[in-house]
């Protein structure tokens, strides 16, 4: 998995690409990401899911726990570009409920 960012006006903009998994290290690879971002006092974040091949349960855990973790500091996190074998899996969950997600990157930046 790989994990890149760029700053668009006041929004991180989060790249992930490959697989999120136990196994590979994804899931952790994310969180410290993310953890890192929040210190630095980012509150606007969307993750760009468009590239991710694959989620488990460890890696979908760890999106939830990232949403989370914005959250609670007072941030906002959307999904950007999600796939239909992750929507899938989002709607499957339950967890279509609880994040905003958009197809367009120039839409889901004027959310917020």
């Known amino acids: 998995m790989q994990i890149s960012e760029r700053t668009v006006g006041d929004v991180v903009i989060v790249d992930v690409s490959g697989k999120i998994t136990l196994g590979d290290g994804g899931d952790v690879a994310l969180r410290d990401k993310m953890r890192s971002l929040i210190q630095q ?64 990157e120039a839409e889901a930046l004027a959310s917020f």
């Not at 969307?46 to 349960?57: A, E, K, M, R, W």
């Not at 609670?72 to 997600?101: A, H, M, P, Q, Y």
Request: proline share 0%; glycine share 8%.
């Open 41 to 104: 006092d980012t509150k606007k974040f969307l993750l760009n899911l468009g590239d991710v091949s694959y989620v488990d349960s460890a890696g979908l855990g760890e999106i939830v726990q990232s949403y989370a973790t914005v959250t609670k500091s007072g941030g906002t996190l959307k999904l950007l570009n999600v796939t239909k074998r992750i929507k899938d899996l989002l709607s499957i969950t339950k967890l279509l409920t609880v994040f905003e997600c958009h197809d367009n």
